[in-house]
T-cell receptor
Framework: KNEVEQSPQNLTAQEGEFITINCSYS?????LHWLQQHPGGGIVSLFM???GKKKHGRLIATINIQEKHSSLHITASHPRDSAVYIC????????????FGTGTRLQVFP | GAVVSQHPSWVICKSGTSVKIECRSL??????MFWYRQFPKQSLMLMAT?????????EQGVEKDKFLINHASLTLSTLTVTSAHPEDSSFYIC??????????FGAGTRLSVL
């Protein structure tokens, strides 16, 4: 069974700060997802990555396959970045089934 | 990016009625769609995997007669909550898979059963 742990659980920041959210998993995977869930509940897929680093705007995701660890970075954070950030990995026995972390609740204050 | 449309976004119904939620992939075909459920401040939990043209695969503990899934085309899957009760009140989210390892999520449907 693949376990997913995220840290921190809650994070507050001032606008403009650099933010890092971490995700660790226990079993080897083919790809890892970073998702964003806004207060209204809708989920947006931010990244799907299997190696190295991806960048989209102010968001950067990195993954270290050997260490079974991924990070999501937000540069120049803004109040509109306030959301829950969730990492998810394929299950060990059924790669279709995503195993979700419990999420990191981010609040960015102006 | 790929778009998955989920409808309705919010529904309130009386106990005992049935509610249908639609999940559509707007710009790609998806042989596989997934239905998730999320209780407040909890992670998403997979309910079932919906495969076009065949029966859905339900996760352990999910009643297939309670949560009817139909995936009649490559762009549409529906989840019907039959005889809804207050304990079925939750946030339901679908995702669609255009290819391996990629899932695009719908915006979710908040169901409140009175």
């Amino acid at each position: 069974k693949n376990e997913v742990e995220q840290s921190p659980q809650n994070l507050t920041a001032q606008e403009g700060e650099f933010i890092t959210i971490n995700c660790s998993y226990s079993v080897g995977i083919s790809a890892l997802h970073w998702l964003q869930q806004h207060p209204g509940g809708g989920i947006v897929s931010l990244f799907m990555l299997s190696s190295g680093k991806k960048k989209h705007g102010r968001l950067i995701a990195t993954i270290n396959i050997q260490e079974k660890h991924s990070s999501l970075h937000i540069t120049a954070s803004h109040p509109r970045d306030s959301a829950v950030y969730i990492c998810a990995v394929p299950g060990s026995y059924n790669t279709d089934k995503l195993i979700f972390g419990t999420g990191t609740r981010l609040q960015v204050f102006p | 990016g790929a778009v998955v449309s989920q409808h309705p976004s919010w529904v309130i119904c009386k106990s005992g009625t049935s509610v249908k939620i639609e999940c559509r992939s707007l710009d790609f075909q998806a042989t596989t769609m997934f239905w998730y459920r999320q209780f407040p401040k909890q992670s998403l939990m997979l309910m079932a995997t919906s495969n076009e043209g065949s029966k859905a695969t339900y996760e352990q503990g999910v009643e297939k007669d309670k949560f009817l899934i139909n995936h009649a085309s490559l762009t549409l899957s529906t989840l019907t909550v039959t005889s809804a009760h207050p304990e079925d009140s939750s946030f339901y989210i679908c995702s669609a898979r255009p290819s391996e390892n990629i899932q695009y999520f719908g915006a979710g449907t908040r169901l409140s059963v009175l």
